[in-house]
């Protein structure tokens, strides 16, 4: 499986999902014209990661901003993860927010109240 990498722009995240470590790791700002579309390939890989390598996934989320159409594309992704994570995969979910970003906190907070996914906030 190869891993996946979307450079960072103004108004996308940067991606970077190592096939061979399962790390994850979204960054940045998230308010692409069509988040669906920019979405779709991240699902995709996470769709073929789960079923073919069955590994231990970290999810490291670093994100600025999102647009409510982009948090409707993570929520949906983050459950993707949580029913992997269910079904015994080993999973766990790093927020990392600006400490005096409590916008932030709040929507990583949100994001993880209705998943089992181990979810740590942490500030930086």
Known sequence: MESLQIARSKDTLGVNFNAKTGVLTLEGSSYPENPVAFFKPLT???????????????LNINIGYLNTSSSKCLIDFLE???K???????????????ADDEDMLESGREMCEDLEIPCTMIPV
Do not use: C, F, K, S
Not at 84 to 98: D, I, K, S
């Open 84 to 98: 992997y994570y269910r079904a015994g995969g080993p999973v766990t979910l790093n927020w990392h927010y600006e």
């Open 44 to 58: 995709h890989w996470l769709r073929g990661y789960i079923q073919e390598t069955h590994g231990v996934l970290t």
């Open 80 to 82: 993707m993860l949580d």
